[in-house]
């Protein structure tokens, strides 16, 4: 993708997206952009100052005023034109989406249907936004619940999914009435600015959905210490999860934390190994393994341990490390340097404590942000990679030999967010998925993915819900009416 080319692409935008105005920093200064696979510097992204962020808050509050007096029925139509201009663009969105992120296009092709789909789903929960009736205490008296929305909300997001995990949030915030000021991750700006050129175009009203960027720590500070957001939703490390759910305690906004996991993946004797196996590799390498549902840890009971390890390798051997525009490619590059480390120093360790090779190149950071798929086994739980999200392509492998055994090594993490498991005795079924601590368990599936569904996590994997009707009403407030008889 050349320069030239990209500057042609209508949806490349290097300023932020505020009231419906293109803006740059007010003092100049810019934040670089560069490609995972190549480390080149492609753009330029606004740093804004306090004060510009101050600004988009005064902005969002007078658009929340309208917005919420806007009918379900007008939101949900804006939603939806939103949702099929994302869809109309697809292919310019995705082309922005492998640059700044480097995942593969097909990969980036099916991240924007997800988001999109996000949309529609909030769309239509947007005329359910239900309150209800109770009765009185005293005759004649009625109680009536409203639900409303909380008025302005902020979300910080992450680099791994830089379109799901805007519209997750923000096609929840606007249907509920609300407006929204977006801080994506800086190393994935463009995706996100993509969206606010097509809200814009969608009718969305000045000011509804913002796109800021800059210094993360400033922004967040400034949106945490404003009594006027109401809500912060956040996905990305638990470290920051903690830190912002902190800083939302001074004017007591409300949070939801989509944060860290550490997925354990079960094999039981009784399982289809060729499902599990194939569950394991959407759950392992989507993303070339920087999703915070993938599976972290492979438990698998022993007497299956080897027909699963060869299983596993076998098809791992199939994938394709590469640029994330090359055709056939299905693992790319990892986001920065830091992540090539994080896997290094997780695969260095757990050889040091006694995990086995199995296949795959050593991951020796010698390929810049590219790591190689790599299978090691006999692993244990004093390794870091059962307390740590790894967050790339290593397959780590551990051996059990009970039900209860693999129940108790599962749930041995701070994290809750995903688990899986793969048995066709019903009963065993039933017993595993009620005793995994964890938010989302995959029932002999590795692709739980799904906007209906209450997306989150227990534990230090975050609080509250995104996606399905629970998702909607986390941006929304009771209050109940005592009516008297009069
Ligand atoms: N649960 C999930 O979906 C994700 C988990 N992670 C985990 O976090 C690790 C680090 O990845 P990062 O992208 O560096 O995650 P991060 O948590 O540092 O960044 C996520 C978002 O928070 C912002 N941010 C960072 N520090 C902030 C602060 N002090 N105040 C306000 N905003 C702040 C970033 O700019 C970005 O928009 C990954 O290796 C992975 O283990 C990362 C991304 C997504
Ligand atoms: O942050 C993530 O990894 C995503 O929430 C995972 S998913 O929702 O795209 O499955």
């Known amino acids: 993708m050349s320069l030239s080319r990209l500057s042609s692409l209508r949806l490349f935008r290097q300023q932020c997206h505020v009231g419906g105005t293109w803006v740059d920093a007010e003092d100049g200064s810019t934040i670089e952009v560069d490609n995972p696979a190549s480390g080149e510097v492609f753009g330029r992204i606004p740093s804004l100052t306090a004060a510009q962020v101050e600004a988009a808050i005064d902005t969002a509050q007078s658009a929340f005023i309208d917005w919420r007096a806007r009918t379900a029925q007008q939101r949900a139509d804006m939603l939806l034109r939103w949702h099929d201009l994302v869809l109309a663009n697809r292919e310019d969105i995705a082309i922005l989406m492998t640059l700044e992120q480097g995942k593969p296009l097909a990969e980036a092709q099916g991240e924007v249907d997800y988001a999109a789909s996000f949309l529609r789903w909030f769309a239509e929960e947007a005329r359910r936004v239900y309150g209800e009736t109770i009765p009185g205490a005293k005759p004649g008296q009625q109680i009536v619940v409203l639900r409303q929305p909380v008025g302005v909300t902020s979300a910080i997001t992450p680099w791994n999914f830089p379109a ?205 942000n590219f790591v190689e798929p790599v299978l090691i086994t006999e692993v244990n739980p004093g390794m870091q990679l059962c307390h740590e999200e790894t967050f790339g392509p290593l397959a780590a492998v551990m051996p059990f030999d009970t039900e209860q055994q693999a129940i108790e090594l599962a749930n041995a993490t701070p994290y809750g967010l995903a688990a899986y498991f793969y048995s066709r005795d019903v009963h065993r079924c039933w017993r595993v998925a009620e005793a995994l601590e964890a938010g989302i368990v995959g029932v002999n599936e590795g692709a739980i993915s799904n906007p209906a569904a209450p997306f989150g996590g227990v534990k230090a994997s975050g609080l509250g819900r995104e996606g399905s009707r629970h998702g909607l009403e986390e941006y929304t407030e009771l209050k109940y009416l005592c009516m008297g008889a009069g």
Request: hydrophobic share 45%.
């Open 164 to 368: 799901a995990m805007i519209t997750r949030k923000a096609g929840a915030a606007l249907a509920a009435g609300c407006s929204m000021i977006v801080k994506p991750a800086e190393a994935t700006p463009y995706t996100a600015l993509a969206l606010a050129v097509l809200a814009e175009e969608a009718g969305l009203p000045p000011g509804v959905f913002n796109v800021i960027t800059g210094e993360a720590k400033l922004i967040g500070q400034v949106l945490t210490a404003s009594p006027v957001v109401r809500k912060l939703s956040f996905t990305g490390s638990t470290a920051v999860g903690r830190q912002l759910m902190a800083q939302c305690a001074e004017h007591i906004q409300k949070v939801s934390l989509e944060l860290g996991g550490n997925a354990p993946f079960i094999v039981f004797e009784d399982a289809d190994l060729d499902r599990a196996v194939e569950g394991a590799m959407a759950s392992k390498f989507r993303n070339t393994g920087q999703t915070c549902v993938c599976a972290n840890r492979f438990l698998v009971q022993r007497s299956v341990h080897e027909a699963f390890v060869d299983k596993l390798a076998a098809a791992m051997a199939k994938l394709r490390l590469g640029n994330g525009f090359e055709p056939g490619v299905t693992q790319a590059p990892l986001i920065n340097q830091a992540a090539v480390r994080k896997v290094q120093q997780h695969y260095r360790d757990a050889l040091d404590k006694g995990a086995r090779h199995v296949s795959g190149a050593v991951p020796d950071g010698a390929q810049g």
